[in-house]
């Protein structure tokens, strides 16, 4: 007899999976320290006028699969209708199974509002009444879904010239406890030959009041932004290496390209990677120093529809999956990190799954300092974060590494729903882990399990990220 879709042991396929899910990880907190969402809006307690801006604004997930489904643009990114947008969700989500996005819209459907009928355009007009009228009425602004998705910590992705005034604003918020917190991403200061960089470095200097003619003055202004945002509560950075080429520098010869970039716009592949790695190394010793964790996502390839690109900009659903060679730049940039001043707590993901053996095998050769999972190896990210990615991910580290100290799941979304992702990652992992108990290669022994369990859903990222706010508890 087929089981039922999306019931209560849904993704639990034995009786070990669905204890070890229901006991154990169904009613933990969320530390989300990775995700993209407004800072702006938490504070506001944005609302939500339909359920098209709550879903389809700004979800490149789902506007790739429109696509794929024959959806015009006008109705994806264009000035189409929110309700006729609606519709093409709708008409493309029954052509979506074995998609996570067909799950993920179903959870969200069910865990927030409460619909359990599968979405398609028959329903749809009743769906979108019935949503719509709930996101009218109290309870659904942005922190009261943050709130009900009981999540204690929340970090956004912030660029070093921001300014930061609303997660203060949001630390001084009565009766809201969740830790908003900022992530340093530095990436405009690190792509020395994009056309962001020399505006950026101006903002830089505007930012941290100070002059910016040279590189040692450069550095200096990076540090004052770090201590800044330690100051508001950061404790994590976030790079994107969507190509990893690591090359040792002197001082003299990176001040030297940083001028050339300025002056000229443009520099030698080999120079972008000079500056790049000094400047990374630099960083490393400052995030070591103020106890930071460090963040590498390697090997997106981004922006590769020029067309689309020149008229919907980044961020839209043209990136993909990168390759190149990975192994011996990774570890020589983390070697160079380990020699300078000890690497700071380090976190590994690429897009390319062919890059997880060499992910998780480099986390062992640098673990150090009594740090339980010092060097993670990342979770299924982007392209990855559906059943099998997951899956994946987590054996090559229970094969190659210590699966009970891994942090776990975040979002990297962008939409307030989408913390129906930690129900997703949860039952995958209670399934596999259960499967294992059932099988025999793992003890049926409660409080082994229940530890396990509970600290990859949450206090494994508690004890690696030392939130204050946390800690404090």
């Not at 390759?323 to 160079?336: H, R, T, V």
Request: aromatic fraction near 12%.
């Amino acid at each position: 007899m087929a089981k039922a879709f999306l019931n209560e042991d849904f993704l639990l396929n034995s009786p070990t999976a669905v204890k070890l899910y229901h006991q154990y990880a169904k009613d933990m907190p969320i530390v989300d320290y990775h995700c993209h969402l407004s800072p702006q809006e938490i504070y506001e307690n944005k609302t939500f006028k339909n359920i098209t801006e709550a879903w389809l604004y700004g979800d490149h997930y789902k506007w790739r699969v429109m696509r794929a489904n024959g959806v015009e643009e006008r109705l994806i990114t264009g000035d189409g209708d929110d309700y006729d947008k609606f519709m093409a969700w709708a008409r493309t989500v029954p052509q979506l199974i074995g998609n996570p996005l067909y799950h993920w819209t179903h959870l969200e459907l069910q865990r927030f509002f409460g619909v359990t009928e599968l979405l398609n355009e028959k329903n749809a007009p009743a769906i979108w009444e019935q949503v719509n009228a709930q996101l009218q009425g109290e309870g659904f602004g942005a922190r009261d879904l943050i709130t009900k998705s009981k999540v204690k910590v929340v970090c956004t992705t912030d660029d070093p010239v921001d300014d930061l005034d609303y997660h203060t604003k949001i630390s001084q918020l009565p009766n809201f406890e969740t830790a908003v917190l900022p992530s340093f991403r530095p990436d405009k200061g690190l792509e020395i030959n994009r056309a962001t960089f020399r505006p950026w470095v101006t903002k830089l200097s505007e930012a941290a009041k100070q002059e910016i003619t040279d590189y040692g003055q450069f550095l200096k202004a990076l540090e004052s932004r770090v201590r800044f945002f330690h100051s508001i509560g950061c404790r994590v950075s976030d790079h994107a290496l969507d190509t990893l080429g690591y090359e040792h520098a002197s001082l003299e010869e990176v001040s030297e390209i940083f001028l050339k970039a300025l002056e000229q716009g443009q520099v030698s592949a080999e120079e972008e990677a000079k500056h790049k790695s000094y400047t990374l190394v630099f960083l490393g010793q400052l995030y070591a120093e103020l106890d930071w964790a460090m963040q590498f996502h390697i090997h997106a390839l981004r922006n590769n529809n020029t067309a689309a690109f020149r008229k919907l900009g980044p961020d839209t659903g043209y990136d993909s999956i990168n390759d190149g060679p990975i192994a011996e730049p990774l570890m020589k940039l983390l070697d160079a990190l380990e020699q300078a001043s000890g690497l700071p707590r380090t976190i590994l993901y690429s897009l390319n799954p062919t890059d997880y053996h060499v992910l998780a095998s480099v986390a062992g050769s640098f673990q150090s300092g009594g740090v339980k999972g010092k060097i993670q190896f990342g979770t299924a990210w982007w392209f990855n974060d559906h059943k099998e990615g997951m899956l994946e991910q987590m054996k090559i580290l229970a094969n190659l590494g210590v699966l009970p100290r891994f942090i776990g799941m975040l979002t990297d979304s962008r939409s307030f729903l989408s913390y129906t992702r930690h129900e997703y990652f949860r039952r995958i992992l209670c399934d596999l882990v259960g499967t294992w108990v059932e099988e025999g290669e793992a003890p049926a022994d409660d409080e082994l399990l229940e530890e396990l369990i509970r600290g990859i859903c949450y206090h494994n990222a508690v004890e690696y990220f030392r939130f204050p706010a946390l800690v404090k508890q």
